[in-house]
DNA sequence: TTATAAAATGTAAGTGCTTACATGTTCTGC
DNA sequence: GCAGAACATGTAAGCACTTACATTTTATAA
């Protein structure tokens, strides 16, 4: 069924068929109904491809994410599908991985499908000045379709971004340990992303405020992983750490467990991103709370703003910020 | 940049360059190398709705899960997209809920977008008889492409489908509880899935044969909510608890927590899916392994082999089992 | 060489839409 | 009753490919 057949039924042109389809305000109600009616008996759908061919877009965006598994971005998945399902919009999802070569591949690969614009979670970048050019090809990209970053350093024309105040979140947490009395906070992340570069800089500064001595660690993101580093070294000396997720978080926990040590007495842990996992120990864990669902709507919104104003010429805010919040439970 | 443009720069016509792309090979080797050069040389991609209409296909996958933010269903994507990227395969993600209405809408969507095939995971299937024109837009799914369901229990023709072995899984998993002297063992569930229906047979089956009672619970599957359900009543009386997920068997152990019971003296607990979440709480979770990413791997390997084949006519297998295996933890 | 088969390449007809522009129809005011 | 405007509809030219079929080129054998 296509649409000649569909004007031939009604008795009008295609012409007439395809403006009754697009809304065009430019059709007598008699034959509008006539047609849709028509539409409607035969179950009409317009190819796609068709209209890709004509309107070069399909109503999709494209998503890339490093890794769909971790919890955090699933559910930044789940919100942005849900947000632009709103909209009409279909997802189609790249699973990156954090290799630079699989990222500018599936790039391409979204591209080539005429993706209406694309959105990067967490982005890795390795922050003022280090590599920019390890994020060239988003901003080549970006001379295709615009593109929306979350929790990510990049920018240029045509990019918006949106994140959240990791620093200040880390920095006030750190704060908060100080505050109770822990002197020996340790500071243990998995990834080299911008996020993770703006938690250490929030870290560094309070404890080097404090007058406090600053340790860092870097650490595979599973649970058991951080658990069993921990275990084989024995010069450790934490009273507290401040760990960049859920996971690690917990791992550290997994640790003191095995060592017969005591959560918060003997070591105080702050997990981050307040997911799932931070209920699942015990004591709960607190945790910085990025508002995950909160950004991704704010993106989807502006996404929706930039199409309407048609053109990388907008007033639209390129970077957006959303503050943090620090959920306190039984581990600190 | 289009195909015209390579064929002039090349010095052949269209359907020349149109046959390197494609592989055929009916074209010298001298002219492939020209015009391979060429689209080297000035980046020329297809584009794909022009290829599409011809086609009928943008090698896309379209897969849709019921909340991608579950645990379970984000890593089988993940698993999913990583499988079908080797075979350049894209994903077109739906969220649908658990609404029938959004089921059958995204569906419509995916397959006005012309996708090569479609996966379900974890679709909802009221099993025996029940309802089974719940299932009917799968069905009529089918007709336009392959279909494979992933832990679901629809079957007809042009449908694939992939399931683990719950029912004997929860059968085993009760016999375990039951040696080891519980005998008051329930059995807690969010959800009337397919793979809902077969975890309940198993532990009837086995609590039945062991000429004991069973207590089936529909509980939320959150961690919270279940532990809150589960204190506002005081009618409880389990001495061990088979769960239909992680979360929901963590939920039990916080309630136990509160209680003041022990896990897993007082009460052992089994979840299901072995995630991330059976490692966060303490003690470990014992947990059902349901291999999801060996189901995915295979739904992906039948997907290519029934492309292969081509039409609904094969002697690929319709439905395929794996075992699944108790991990046992100290929960239980 | 030349007839003939085989291989390589080109031509042109789809594929199903959108939309600028052309044409036809209805309404308005005199 | 009619010119001219306003509105409705149709015509046809893209959009960028694939591929059956036609044609040309090259190789093969007598």
Redesign the interface.
């Known amino acids: 069924m296509n649409i000649y057949q569909v004007a031939e039924l009604a008795g009008v042109s295609i012409a007439t068929v395809s403006r009754v389809m697009n809304g065009s305000d430019k059709v007598s109600e008699k034959t509008r109904s006539r047609v849709l009616q028509v539409i409607d008996e035969v179950g009409f759908?317009p190819?796609?491809?068709?209209q890709?061919?004509g309107l070069?877009t399909?109503h999709?965006i494209g998503i890339l994410v490093p890794?769909?598994?971790?919890?955090y971005?699933?559910?930044a998945?789940?919100?942005l599908?849900?947000s632009l399902?709103k909209y009409g919009y279909?997802?189609?999802?790249?699973?990156s991985g954090f290799e630079q070569e699989k990222k500018e591949q599936?790039t391409?690969?979204?591209l080539?499908?005429?993706v209406d614009a694309l959105i990067y979670v967490g982005s890795t970048y390795a922050g003022s000045g280090k590599d920019e050019r390890e994020t060239d090809y988003i901003r080549r990209a970006a001379e295709q379709v615009p593109v929306f970053v979350i929790n990510g350093g990049v920018d240029g024309d045509n990019i918006y971004s949106s994140v959240c105040e990791d620093e200040a979140a880390v920095y006030n947490a750190a704060k908060v340990l100080i505050k109770k009395g822990c002197s020996k906070i340790w500071f243990l992340t998995d990834s080299r992303s911008y996020s993770a570069i703006k938690k250490r800089t929030g870290y560094e500064r309070a404890i080097e405020e404090a007058g406090l001595n600053p340790v860092q660690l870097h650490v595979d993101n599973?649970?058991?992983k951080v658990r069993d580093y921990l275990l084989q070294h024995d010069d450790l000396n934490f009273d507290a750490v401040i760990a960049g997720s859920d996971?690690i978080a917990?791992g550290v926990?997994?640790y003191a467990?095995q060592k017969g040590l005591c959560v918060p007495e003997d070591i105080a842990v702050i997990g981050y991103n307040n997911s799932?996992?931070a209920?699942?120990?015990?004591p709960e864990l607190t945790s910085i709370d990025n508002h995950t669902e909160q950004i991704c709507r704010d993106t989807v919104e502006r996404m929706i703003k930039v199409f309407e104003a048609g053109g990388a010429e907008n007033n639209i805010k390129r970077k957006l910020t959303v503050p943090c919040e620090l959920v306190e439970r039984g581990s600190s």
Chains 1, 2 share one sequence.
């Open positions: 759908t190819n796609v491809f068709a890709g061919l070069n399909m999709t890794n769909i598994s971790d919890i971005m699933s559910s998945v789940a919100y599908q849900d399902a279909d997802l189609l999802l790249g699973n599936q391409a690969l979204l080539s499908k005429h599973r649970i058991h996971a917990i926990m997994k467990v799932e996992l209920l699942a120990c015990e």
